[in-house]
């Protein structure tokens, strides 16, 4: 008889790259980032804010408690920039702009992913690419006592 168990998926969110080219978006002082991060769209969690612009990095580690009653296919990202908008993109009234967002697939259970993700975002009609994210996860079986 199978026992019940629960699905923890380990994040470790490393840094990202290319990050609002230069030629765009002219050098500030005051860009920090942050990535946004569900498996549920109730569920949002965010990494601390990183002024390493165009290249930040978190280094930030989490476990996220699924729940098997939802679709949990995707982890959902998004790079946030805090402060410093250019005319290009003057971001909104409080100074946070989304640089851009991945949908990954989730690993099978028990198996470790890595990679380097494209970000997309959003521009009129279409999308356009703005740099990557590096992350990676594993999906693990607890079981229930």
């Known amino acids: 008889m199978e026992r019940d168990y629960d699905v923890d998926l380990l994040l470790s969110i490393d840094h ?6 230069p030629s765009s978006y002219p050098p500030a002082t005051t860009r920090d980032y942050r990535v946004v991060f ?3 769209p109730d569920d949002q969690l965010a990494t601390s804010r990183d002024g390493g612009s165009p290249d930040p990095a978190w280094n930030q580690k989490c476990r996220i408690k699924l729940d098997k009653s939802k679709d949990c296919r995707f982890l959902y ?4 920039r805090y402060g410093s908008s250019s005319e290009s993109n003057p971001g909104t009234s409080n100074g946070i ?3 851009g ?3 990954i697939p989730l690993p099978s259970l028990s198996c470790k992913t890595s990679g380097r993700y494209g970000l997309v975002r959003p521009e009129e009609d279409a999308y356009k690419a ?4 590096i992350l990676s996860m594993k999906l693990v079986k ?3 006592i």
């Open 16 to 21: 990202a790259e290319g990050l609002d080219n």
């Open 38 to 40: 569900w498996v549920h």
């Open 77 to 80: 990202v998004e790079v946030l």
């Open 97 to 99: 702009s989304l640089v």
């Open 101 to 103: 967002r991945a949908r």
């Open 130 to 133: 703005e740099g990557h994210i």
């Open 142 to 144: 607890i079981d229930k």
